[in-house]
């Protein structure tokens, strides 16, 4: 799906060119597709991922002075400041965070090891804000800072007995992402939760309605990319993309 924008709007747009994006995740499903959108735009790109050899696929089409690529596990505490100072020592500015990395584990609600939730409170939740507190300083330099969260509809809702623990975190998550955008919006910082419903990625493979054809990554990535770069007057909250009809939406 290519967006196509007036004129008009266009002219209003932020110009990108020039940068920086951080990515996590960006290895495979929706965090490769927002990274080759952004570069696409112009962005430069600080891609982060547990295993930085499999980002290759992701970056093998983008020009290596516009990406840099580092060890990222939101699992570990020091993680983050490794990644953010790698960021800043290669390209020397930041202006856009996008959280995606995230996990999921899929039991019934009263087989759910306290474990695995702890585990995806640790990836989902508090991984994010630990970037978002060494972020925002620099974020909030350059006036128009962006903050892309993808949440997923498990965030808005609870779909009957789907993945209670995953849907617990996101909605903590979504709570993250709302104050963050408050905290920060008189800083320039725009902030954004991406909710989609169903992505046809590998950790979705064989999840969700048959007869219903998911979202492709490329759709969302492009939708997210169009959004960051809209002026600080047109903030977007929430983007939500849905492949079915939902109960509420």
């Known amino acids: ?139 909030s330099a350059t006036g128009e800072g962006r903050v892309v969260s993808l949440i997923s509809m498990s965030g808005k809702r609870v779909r009957g007995t789907f993945a209670p623990g995953y849907s617990i975190t996101k909605h903590a998550a979504l709570a993250l992402h709302h104050a963050v955008r408050h905290a920060t919006f008189d800083q320039g910082i725009r902030a954004t939760a991406v909710c989609p419903g169903f992505v046809a990625t590998d950790m979705v493979d064989g999840l969700g309605p048959a007869q219903v054809d998911k979202t492709q990554p490329e759709d969302l990535a492009e939708t997210v990319a169009t959004m960051v770069r809209l002026p600080n007057t047109a903030a977007v909250p929430e983007l939500m993309m849905v492949c079915e009809p939902e109960v509420t939406w």
């Open 1 to 139: 799906m290519e967006i196509r924008i007036p004129k008009q709007l266009e002219d209003l747009m932020i110009d990108v060119q020039g940068r920086v994006m951080m990515v996590s995740g960006a290895n495979r499903g929706i965090g490769a597709a927002l990274a080759k959108a952004y570069a696409r735009d112009g962005w430069s790109l600080s891609l982060g991922s547990r295993d930085p050899e499999s980002l290759q696929p992701t970056v093998e089409d983008i020009d290596p002075q516009q990406v840099t690529c580092h060890a990222y596990d939101a699992r570990d505490p020091a993680a983050a400041r490794s990644w953010i100072e790698h960021t800043l020592d290669h390209f020397g500015r930041l202006d856009g965070l996008t959280n995606n990395a995230a996990v999921a584990h899929m039991a019934p609600l009263f087989d759910l090891a306290e474990a695995d939730l702890d585990d995806m409170w640790q990836v989902n939740v508090i991984a994010p804000l630990r970037l978002l507190r060494l972020a925002v300083p620099h974020l």
